[in-house]
């Protein structure tokens, strides 16, 4: 696999960056754009990720006009902050209601544009300025973009009904409808916009991934989704790949990366992948930024950490056991390893011989091969696909009665939006969590605040309007209090010693605050800083994770565990240690 470097390669005008959160977009994107400004090319770099840390990565205050860099003389930033632009677009929808239609219906519209799919569209709605101006392609040789939209957003802004203004009589009870209320003013520059984004001449979607299974499939979905729309112009670069080693740690790293490679999933074999080699340093500052596709400082912080004992998993679930919670969650992004965490705390916690029923919707967990069921464990598998075909069913079939064409099709894919998928499961949580009055109940990966509040206004907003549409199931309606109810129930947040899985383990904490769920412990996972390798690059590696673990520290209260980088999967004896 050859080293990725703009240098050797033909790109074209529009560059879209995209992958899971953490997998290094925005580093790449960055050092893509200084390479080829470097070179004498004029480049603007637009990011579009709340999480964004571009104004660390250049050291200055961006704004969302674009700001030129001056150490790098051709390069000029945009910062553009969709949360702001969400709330904006939110207000702007709903401010003519306001006085008009009761509190209840206005509140259930709040959260309505309160997801990640509005986020998604006030960002497509930023960008879209940028790749639709046509002076701007006049004086640009190349326009990156840090995040692109995904296959749902697109197909979203394709659909005809998608502009026909907010549908309050929402066909379900709890959706992402009604997003592009507001913007039927912009139609015409969306549909330029997407064009552009499938001219393979003008644009290549670049897919960023590591080395490891979670974020590798990932990246095959976003391509399958993308190339589904026409969007076929694609190229993969695999970040952090290790090509030495000379400890057992950093051997035990090479090997599992290469085994993930090996098992590359199908639909990203025929795709051209380049790689970056895994640098020890956090990308900040120009040096960084220069040195990322070439060569690697091996610099080792100074930084301590604060507290002087760092607890481990085993004081998580003495917590969990003494303050005897009825409903433990762990929750977190993609590949943050949250079914190994649910598994090991219900080992843990049956190892105290409470009872204990665990369940998952990890498709790839197969909780079977982590942990043995025994007397005191029982487990459960919740299909997603399953629960959300059996949920488009009975959305549709009501849909139906009243709608037809063009309306059924933007409601077909409003349900492809991932609230609609976490409700749809969100309702099977439910039965088992109330099946769950006698033992304990650990849930791997939970509804975000969003989803738990679209839940709770739907509830009132339907005794309002006393509509049949929508009907919340009792087990929902009773599982909403519990889950606030703080002597219950127990939110674990799990993330990774690194800037982006920390912002976003924020992000979705503030979500939960807002439908009134509170977290007490975070859990750092796969910490090399634990690992204790001997390797430099590891070791300067697990130097730079001690500013996340002070971080997480200070946020939690002391209330955090840090769990080190393992190379096997763990599993069955592996589970136990983890306690130890």
């Given at each position: 696999m050859e080293i990725f470097n703009p240098q050797n390669i033909k790109l074209t005008k529009y560059l879209f960056y995209t992958g899971k959160g953490g997998v290094g977009k925005t580093s790449t994107a960055c050092a893509t754009a200084v390479n080829l400004a470097d070179r004498g090319m004029k480049v603007l770099l637009i990011s579009t990720d709340p999480a964004s840390n571009l104004q660390d990565v250049f050291n200055a205050k961006l704004t969302n006009k674009g700001v030129p860099i001056k150490e790098v003389p051709n390069l000029v930033v945009a910062n553009l902050d969709p949360i702001t632009a969400a709330a904006e677009h939110r207000e702007s929808v709903i401010a003519p209601y306001r006085g008009k239609l009761p509190d209840v219906v206005l509140k259930n519209m709040e959260e309505q544009l309160s997801g990640s799919c509005t986020v998604e569209i006030a960002a497509f709605n930023e960008f879209s300025k940028f790749i639709t101006d046509d002076s701007l392609a006049e004086e640009y040789d190349h326009i990156i973009f840090d995040t692109a939209p995904t296959g749902h957003t697109l197909r979203m802004l394709q659909l005809p009904s998608a502009w026909s203004g907010f549908i309050s009589e929402s066909t379900h009870g709890a959706s992402c409808l009604g997003q592009l209320s507001g913007l039927e003013s912009k139609r015409e520059i969306y549909k330029k916009a997407v064009e552009t984004l499938s001219n393979g001449e003008l644009?290549?979607?670049?897919?960023?991934s590591r080395p490891e299974m979670t974020p590798l499939k990932e990246a095959e979905r976003a391509s399958k989704e993308l190339s589904d729309i026409g969007v076929n112009n694609q190229t993969m670069i695999i970040n952090g790949v290790m090509n030495s080693y000379d400890d057992s740690v950093s051997q035990s790293l090479y090997e599992k990366q290469q085994k993930s490679l090996k098992q590359m999933p199908l639909g990203l074999q025929g795709i051209t992948t380049y790689m970056v080699p895994l640098r020890a340093y956090n990308i900040t500052g120009m040096e960084n930024v220069r040195a990322l596709l070439t060569i690697d400082n091996y610099k080792i912080r100074s930084e301590k950490i604060n507290a002087q004992i760092i607890p481990g998993l085993k004081d998580v679930i003495e917590d969990l056991y003494k303050s005897g919670k009825k409903v433990i969650f762990t929750m977190g992004k993609g590949g943050v390893g949250k079914t190994t965490i649910a598994a090991a705390i219900a080992l843990g916690l049956s190892a105290k011989g409470k009872k204990v029923h665990l369940t998952t919707t990890d498709p790839a967990a197969h909780l079977k091969y982590v942990i043995n069921e025994n007397e005191n464990i029982t487990m459960s598998h919740i299909d997603e696909k399953v629960e959300l075909e059996k949920y488009k069913k009975e959305v549709l079939s009501k849909a139906r009665e009243t709608m037809e064409g063009d309306d059924i099709a933007y409601v077909e894919e409003d349900l492809r939006s991932p609230c609609t998928q976490e409700i749809a499961v969100f309702r099977a949580f439910a039965e088992i969590v109330n099946k769950a009055e006698d033992q304990i109940v650990v849930v791997d990966t939970a509804p975000t605040g969003h989803t738990l509040l679209l839940l709770d206004s739907t509830q009132s907003y339907n005794q309002e309007i006393k509509r049949s549409q929508g009907d919340i199931p009792e087990s929902v309606k009773k599982l909403l209090p519990r889950?606030?109810?703080?002597?219950?129930?127990?939110?674990?947040?799990?993330?990774?010693?690194?800037?982006?899985?920390?912002?976003?383990?924020?992000r979705l904490e503030e979500d939960l605050i807002r439908a009134k769920i509170f977290a007490k412990w975070w859990i750092i996972n796969s910490s090399l800083y634990r690992a204790g390798s001997t390797n430099k690059l590891l070791s300067a590696k697990a130097s730079n994770e001690i500013e996340w673990i002070n971080k997480v520290d200070a946020h939690a209260e002391g209330m955090f565990a840090v769990i080190p980088w393992s190379a096997d999967d763990i599993k069955g004896d592996k589970l136990k240690e983890l306690l130890k």
């Open positions: 644009t290549t979607l670049m897919l960023i889950l606030r109810n703080i002597d219950e129930t127990e939110v674990i947040i799990v993330t990774l010693g690194e800037a982006t899985p920390v912002y976003e383990a924020l």
